[in-house]
């Protein structure tokens, strides 16, 4: 199994940068990509950045050229790097791994607050 933690959320003013880590555990080996989704009050939940285990990295149009996602050496953390942060921003941001012959692991969240 796999255990996603997430961390780094708070509240910020717009324009402002934030950097948000997601630690995995267990079977880390399973693990194909991982990406960060969010999930505002009254809205679907949506992708914003993927990351495979090679390195290659896709994002949502609406965070592209102001986040940035990244993994370290070890491959067992993701770090989304946001800055130019706007209100639209203001989410619950969730860690997400897919793996081999299995179903996708998902984090708690963690609260990401935008104010002008």
Known sequence: QVQLV????????????????????????SIVAMGWY?????????LV????????????NSVKGRFTISRD???????LQMTSLKPE?????????????DFDAWGQGTQVTVYS
């Open 6 to 29: 997430e961390s780094g959320g708070g509240l910020v003013q717009a324009g402002g940068s934030l950097r948000l880590s997601c630690a995995a555990s267990g079977n880390i080996f």
């Open 38 to 46: 969010r999930q505002a009050p009254g809205k679907q939940r949506e």
């Open 49 to 60: 950045a993927t990351i495979t285990r090679g390195g290659t990295t896709t994002d949502a």
């Open 73 to 79: 050496n070890a491959k067992n953390t993701v770090w």
């Open 89 to 101: 921003d203001t989410a619950v941001y969730f860690c997400n791994a897919n793996r081999i012959r």
